[in-house]
């Protein structure tokens, strides 16, 4: 069997623009290269420019075609700070930057450690984004930031979203009101980034309705540290292809993460029109899924395992405690035996010290596949 893997490598950055604030961004860096460039050495890089599924055929970029028997496509979402007018002139102006744009992860840390005084906003977009979390997570990092420097008085942190509450699932709301409230960070909700003018400094936001559609009216607010969380997309040779829903996410069955109109086609991860949160944590549980389902494809059988649709995000909210975020689209599908939703030492240790080993040598290997059976054990000790 030749299984090659296609893709451009990119996405541990964002284990790096989370850690960043939490250790020498050096000693990440460092780290973070060495890792990588182990693993490329493993792969065939490149990337597809166009997906025939018809004639189980691909072309690659620089015109090679490839033909295949069986496909996982695994192509993530893009970032779209294009959309947001005059964001990506902004990123390259002082004070904007975004723990999302691996050129620009680096830039956050240095803008806070010599942040001097006025609004620092830290934005989520109208769109499907990844790791629904990290825009506040940045944010309460922040403030943690300011404060150890002895600054925080002179800065006023806002976190601006575009949702109707600070965080998707419910359970989480009040722990996570309660910490921005005690770090004094205002949240405005219903507010989307539109606009960036980095020449007067001022992030401009539409003002959404109760149902998320723009009411007309805008915001707009100066800024001396702008965050930008950007809207997300599939990237263009997915959105082109027939494997796309009308949104241009993967269109795959929700259980059994098949293409729905080719069966020797599966999807993982953020690149799939699943209503999960786009999270690493929820690769893992796809991957379990589909080892099952494309090897009983590969034998003629009809696939049987399903997602439960896991997510999870650790939200660390200071420079020693973390919420541990676990849930799927139906509510909480938390692994341990704790109270996940109050601030703690112990979800932070697990964020610091123990998912990155899980993700540089389970996840990324592919070893790891979610805490599932993990969670059938611990539930006979949970108690809320
Ligand atoms: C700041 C930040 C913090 C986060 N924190 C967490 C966290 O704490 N916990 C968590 O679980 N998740 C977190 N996430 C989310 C997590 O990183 C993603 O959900 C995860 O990386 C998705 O994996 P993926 O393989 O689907 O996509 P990606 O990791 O984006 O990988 C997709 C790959 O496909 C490649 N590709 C794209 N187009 C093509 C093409 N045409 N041809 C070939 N290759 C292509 C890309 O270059 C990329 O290498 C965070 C994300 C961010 C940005």
Not at 106 to 120: D, I, M, P, S
Not at 308 to 323: E, F, K, Q, T, W
Request: positive net charge; hydrophobic residues 35%; charged residues 20%.
């Amino acid at each position: 069997m030749n299984i090659q893997i296609i893709l451009n490598f990119s996405s541990s950055w964002k284990l790096v623009a989370e850690l960043e604030a939490l250790e020498q961004p050096a000693n990440l860096l460092q780290n973070f290269q060495k890792e990588v460039l182990e693993l490329l050495n493993l792969m065939k890089i490149t990337t597809t420019s166009q997906i025939t599924p018809t004639q189980n055929a691909l072309t690659l970029k620089g015109g090679e075609d490839l033909s295949y028997d069986y496909m996982v496509i695994a192509m993530g979402a893009h970032l779209r700070f294009d959309k947001i007018k005059g964001a990506l002139e902004a990123l390259e102006t002082s004070g904007v930057c975004s723990n999302y744009s691996p050129f620009h992860v680096e830039k956050h840390f240095q803008e806070v450690l010599t942040f001097k005084g006025g609004n620092a906003i830290y934005t989520y977009p109208n769109a499907p984004i990844k790791c629904a979390g990290a825009p506040q997570k940045a944010c309460y990092i922040t403030d943690s930031i300011l404060r150890k420097r002895g600054v925080r008085d002179e800065a006023k942190l806002i976190y601006a979203t575009s949702l109707n509450k600070i965080f998707g699932p419910e359970s989480y709301i009040k722990p996570l009101e309660k910490v921005a409230c005690e770090k004094e960070i205002e949240v405005k909700t219903r507010r989307n980034l539109i606009e960036v003018d980095s020449n007067s400094k001022t992030a401009i936001f539409e003002v959404l309705d109760v149902d998320g559609a723009p009411t007309g009216e805008t915001e707009s607010l100066e800024y001396s540290l702008l965050h930008i969380g950007p809207p997300c997309s599939a990237p263009k040779a997915l959105r082109s292809s027939p494997f796309a829903d009308k949104t241009g996410f993967m269109d795959v069955d929700g259980e059994t993460l098949q293409s729905k109109r080719f069966p020797n086609v599966f999807g993982v991860g953020d690149c799939m029109n699943t209503p999960n949160a786009k999270t690493a944590a929820s690769v893992s549980s796809h991957l379990k899924t589909i080892d099952k389902n494309l090897s009983q494809v590969m034998l003629g059988i009809k696939p049987k395992s399903k997602y439960d649709g896991y997510a999870s995000c650790p939200l660390v909210v200071s420079r020693n405690s973390a919420i541990l975020a676990e849930f799927n689209p139906q509510g909480t599908l938390e692994t341990t035996p704790f109270n996940q939703k109050k601030p703690s030492r112990w979800a932070y240790s697990l964020k610091r010290h123990i998912l990155p080993a899980l993700y540089w040598n389970g996840l990324i290997k592919g070893y790891w596949n979610g805490p599932g059976t993990m969670r059938k054990f611990t539930r006979m000790f949970k108690s809320e």
